[in-house]
């Protein structure tokens, strides 16, 4: 037997000038055990697609027409899939070398500030950052220039902590 997805259309969010981040984050949240996720948007929704699959989803992409697409999003059962790229770097992290305090700031200047503060730093030195909230488009992007990265709300859930490892392709500053 197998549970309904469940379903999220976006299109009146947008419609209506707002971001639908927010929500589908909730909706995530919100499924059950081996639950899909079915996002409607007037678009395909790509961003998205990496997003949730560093949080261990896969996807089934259906054109709806018109420019608008429906997105079916499975979590992979015991893939080992995590969201932070730490998992394979078991050595302990150095004490940061920069922080960056990124609260005040709105998208996506957390996230260029971030990009541009890596590429300034060696191999193995590590980056503190505060964040309003989970830097979900970031994540995708510090992967793929092969950092690791650690992160989480602060107790008061009112911002984000994250770590990132600049990764060991990076050449080493003298």
Known sequence: MSTKPLELDVRPILAGGSDPFAEIMEAVAALAPGQDLRIVAPF??????????????THVEESLGGGAWAMTFSRVADSGARADTAGADADPWPEPARQLDNRDLDPPEPMVRILAATEEMAAGEVLSALLPREPSFLLPELAKRGHAWRGA?????????????????????T
């Open 44 to 57: 395909r929704p790509a961003p998205l697609i990496q997003v949730l699959g560093s949080k261990g989803f």
């Open 153 to 173: 709300m602060t107790e008061d859930g009112k911002a984000y902590r994250l770590l990132v490892r600049v990764g060991a392709g990076r050449e080493m500053r």
